[in-house]
């Protein structure tokens, strides 16, 4: 198979004009405090740091417990990692059978195209695995054998393209690798895995829509939000820009201690994103990255809040809450217990709290 793409798929923007990357930049907004610029370098030093214009211009300085300043802006709390706390949470490794693929479920596998994203999240479980330092890119020769293991493995009906954030790719490297799948006859379904139109909505055009389809394949957009107050005006736009050329939307959300840990936030975030032509898809219980303690909260909580959601949230504005086992053994949804033995029928307990049983009596 030929190789369509240049070494250098990603097309960098003069610095992108106005984003914050050091702990000084966020003195200077004023997006964090001076005293703490010691720390904020050290954390930057580890970790990759991005708040680009829209989500600086999102944050309310006022308040000290914003919660879109909290998953952007680094935190000394960064430095304190956890026996527990993994660099690779979820197992990519384990199931990498040629640099740039994850192959963990038989009928899809992950291409791991870009290593850099337009923001980046504080709790990312890729953390150690992007950002300055990492791979910008999958070099030509990584690219051909991820697409020769990808047309080796007939059995791969999707793939999703992730990273990094593949949203970083130009129009025409999106349309070289778009054709490159498309000429692989069992692949059907191509998945984006995204922060760019919450991130850097300008990115989004008309042209960039237009990259991400291909004959022969059905494009879905997975956008990855965690509070309503993301959705901007421009980020709405560039959801209705993708929902207009017929893309299907779906959202992937993080429960987060400080953020959204609470009914309402999600509710209202849930219910935003419907609006915008966005399924809500997973809520993930954040994983165990490394300085990200701060962030978690238990899981009981988390299937708490999912109940109180399931009685007030229409059907279509309810994501399903998923773990992502630690070490690579794949996700599983942790919905709240309804149902217990009771003799030879089941008491199934409603969302309010009450218990029935299943059959009733006749």
């Known amino acids: 198979m030929p190789n369509l793409l240049l070494p250098n798929l990603l097309p960098l923007p003069a610095r992108d004009q106005g984003t914050l990357r050091s702990g000084d930049d966020l003195v200077a907004a004023g997006l964090a405090d001076a005293r703490d610029l010691e720390a904020l370098t050290r954390v930057a030093a580890r970790y990759a740091v991005a708040v680009p214009p829209t989500l600086a211009a999102a944050i309310d300085r006022t308040d000290a417990a914003d919660p879109i300043a909290r998953q952007f802006v680094p935190h000394p709390a960064e430095l304190e990692v956890r026996p527990e706390e993994l660099a690779d949470p979820i197992g990519d490794e384990a199931h990498s059978p040629v640099p740039g693929i994850v192959h963990r479920y038989p009928d899809r596998a992950l291409l791991k195209i870009v290593g850099v994203c337009a923001v980046y999240c504080r709790f990312c479980?890729?953390?150690?695995?992007?950002?300055?330092?990492?791979?910008?890119?999958?070099?030509?020769e990584a690219l051909d054998e991820a697409f020769a293991y990808l047309a080796a493995h007939p059995e791969i009906w999707e793939v999703i393209l992730t990273g990094g954030d593949p949203f970083?790719?130009?129009?025409?490297?999106?349309?070289?690798?778009?054709?490159?799948?498309?000429?692989?006859?069992?692949?059907?379904?191509?998945?984006?895995?995204?922060?760019?139109?919450?991130?850097?909505?300008?990115?989004?055009?008309d042209a960039f829509i237009a990259a991400l389809k291909a004959p022969g394949l059905?494009?879905?957009?997975?956008?990855?939000?965690?509070?309503?107050?993301?959705?901007?005006?421009?980020?709405?736009?560039?959801?209705?820009?993708?929902?207009?050329?017929?893309?299907?939307?779906?959202?992937?959300?993080?429960?987060?201690?400080?953020?959204?840990?609470?009914?309402?936030?999600?509710?209202?975030?849930?219910?935003?994103?419907?609006?915008?032509?966005?399924?809500?898809?997973?809520?993930?219980?954040?994983?165990?990255a490394p300085g990200t303690a701060h962030f978690r909260l238990d899981i009981a909580r988390g299937q708490e809040l999912m109940r109180a959601?399931?009685?007030?949230?229409?059907?279509?504005?309810?994501?399903?809450?998923?773990?992502?086992?630690?070490g690579g053994a794949g996700k599983v949804p942790l919905t709240p217990d309804h149902l217990a033995p009771a003799g030879a029928r089941l008491a199934v307990s409603d969302n309010c709290g009450g218990v029935h049983l299943y059959p009733p009596e006749g």
Not at 185 to 205: Q, Y
Not at 229 to 235: C, D, G, Q, S
């Open 218 to 288: 059905t494009s879905y957009v997975a956008v990855h939000v965690n509070h309503a107050r993301e959705l901007t005006p421009a980020a709405r736009s560039a959801l209705t820009r993708m929902a207009d050329a017929g893309i299907p939307l779906l959202s992937q959300s993080v429960l987060l201690r400080g953020v959204n840990d609470d009914a309402e936030t999600l509710a209202t975030l849930f219910r935003s994103l419907v609006e915008c032509r966005v399924k809500p898809y997973y809520l993930h219980h954040p994983d165990l």
């Open 125 to 140: 479980f890729r953390r150690e695995m992007v950002g300055p330092g990492a791979a910008a890119t999958l070099s030509p």
């Open 168 to 205: 970083m790719l130009s129009p025409r490297r999106m349309g070289e690798v778009m054709a490159r799948l498309a000429a692989l006859p069992h692949v059907k379904i191509v998945r984006f895995h995204t922060r760019v139109p919450i991130a850097a909505p300008e990115r989004v055009s």
């Open 309 to 326: 959601l399931r009685g007030r949230l229409s059907g279509i504005a309810l994501p399903t809450y998923v773990l992502d086992i630690p």
